[in-house]
C-alpha cells in the first residue's frame, strides 16, 4: 500500500523551486525540437569581392559584413563575419598558381552559386593547407548579429538575438589525401542537430562544449547530405564554426572548400535522419544548474530551522 506524502508549509517553496530547476534541465537538455526557425541570406556584402577562384569572386579580409541577413519582428539583421586562421593555412590570394593542387584564391565566397543554377545566398570557405603533417589546418568563422533596421543598416553596433535558426553545413567529406571536419559549440545556443542517412554520413562526436563532426573521407557532390549537418539554434547572437582538414599525401599546396546554407534551401530534408539529435547541456551549463540545486537545498535547510 502506497501513502500519499503531504508537506508542511514550509517545504512547500523550496520543493517549488527544486521542481523549476528540474524543469529548467529539461529544458536545456531535452527540449530542442526545431521551431519555425529565420532563414539567413549572405548575398548582400559590403564592399566588393577582391579575387576569385573556380566557384567564384572571393573576399580574401579576414573580417567580412553583409547587410539585411535576415529579418525577424519587424527588424532587419545585419551580420559581422570574422575569420581566425589556424595551422598551416592560406585564406588569400593564391601564391603558387603553378602547383597541381591550385584552383585559383582562397577567402569567403559570397553569394555562392557553385555552378549555373546551383544554390543561391549561401557563404561559401575556400582555403588551402600546406604540407604532410598531422598539423590541423583550417578556419574558424565567427558569426555575430547586428540591429540592421533603417539607420541602423551597416553600422553593426548594436547586437542583435535571434530566436531560432537553422544552418545546413555542407561539403565537409574529404578525399584519399585528406580528412575534412568542423566543430560547432553549445554554448552558441546550439540545441540540435541532424545527420544524412547514408552509411558514409558525417560522424558526430560529442567533446564535452563542442560537437565534432568528421567526413568519410571520400568526395561527395555539394547537395549529397553525406558531408553534411543541419544544425539549429536559440537565442543567438554570435555562433562559431571551426573548419579543420589534415592533408595525409598529394602535393604542396592542398585545397579545401566548405559552405553554409542558412535557408536549407539546398537539401531536402528526407535525407536527413529523424528524430534529431539532442545536445546535452554543457559541463559549464551543469555546474550552473549544480549551483541552483545547492542553493535551493540551502533554502530547505533553512525552512527546516
Not at 21 to 50: H, K, N, R, Y
Not at 71 to 93: C, Q, V
Not at 127 to 137: A, L, M, S, T
Amino acid at each position: 500500500m502506497f501513502r500519499v506524502a503531504s508537506f508542511s508549509p514550509s517545504l512547500r517553496q523550496p520543493i517549488k523551486t527544486l521542481s523549476a530547476i528540474a524543469g529548467l534541465v529539461i529544458t536545456l537538455g531535452i527540449a530542442a525540437t526545431p521551431a519555425q526557425s529565420v532563414p539567413l541570406s549572405f548575398d548582400t556584402m559590403v564592399g566588393t569581392a577582391d579575387g576569385s577562384n573556380i566557384l567564384g569572386p572571393t573576399s580574401s579580409s579576414s573580417v567580412i559584413y553583409f547587410t539585411d541577413v535576415a529579418s525577424e519582428n519587424g527588424l532587419t539583421i545585419d551580420a559581422r563575419i570574422t575569420a581566425t586562421l589556424k595551422g598551416d593555412t592560406n585564406f588569400a590570394e593564391q601564391t603558387n598558381p603553378d602547383a597541381p593542387n591550385s584552383f585559383g584564391d582562397a577567402g569567403f565566397i559570397p553569394d555562392y552559386n557553385g555552378s549555373t543554377n546551383g544554390p543561391q545566398d549561401d557563404l561559401g570557405l575556400f582555403y588551402y593547407g600546406y604540407g604532410v603533417d598531422p598539423i590541423e589546418d583550417g578556419i574558424e568563422v565567427k558569426f555575430e548579429f547586428f540591429d540592421g533596421t533603417g539607420d541602423l543598416s551597416g553600422s553593426f553596433t548594436n547586437e542583435q538575438t535571434i530566436s531560432s535558426l537553422e544552418l545546413a553545413v555542407y561539403e565537409v567529406d574529404g578525399e584519399f589525401s585528406q580528412s575534412e571536419l568542423f566543430r560547432a559549440y553549445k554554448s552558441d545556443g546550439l540545441m540540435s542537430y541532424t545527420l544524412g542517412t547514408t552509411e558514409q554520413a558525417l560522424v558526430a562526436t560529442d567533446q564535452g562544449d563542442s560537437i565534432l563532426f568528421e567526413g568519410p573521407g571520400t568526395n561527395y557532390a555539394e547537395d549529397d547530405a553525406t558531408g553534411a549537418a543541419i544544425l539549429y539554434y536559440e537565442l543567438t547572437q554570435e555562433l562559431t564554426l571551426d573548419f579543420g582538414s589534415v592533408q595525409t599525401s598529394g602535393s604542396e599546396q592542398n585545397a579545401v572548400f566548405s559552405a553554409i546554407d542558412g535557408d536549407l534551401s539546398l537539401f531536402d530534408r528526407s535525407n536527413f535522419g529523424n528524430p534529431v539529435t539532442v545536445v546535452p547541456v554543457p559541463f559549464s551549463g551543469l555546474l550552473l544548474l549544480s549551483g541552483l540545486l545547492m542553493s535551493a537545498l540551502v533554502f530547505r535547510r533553512k525552512s527546516y530551522a
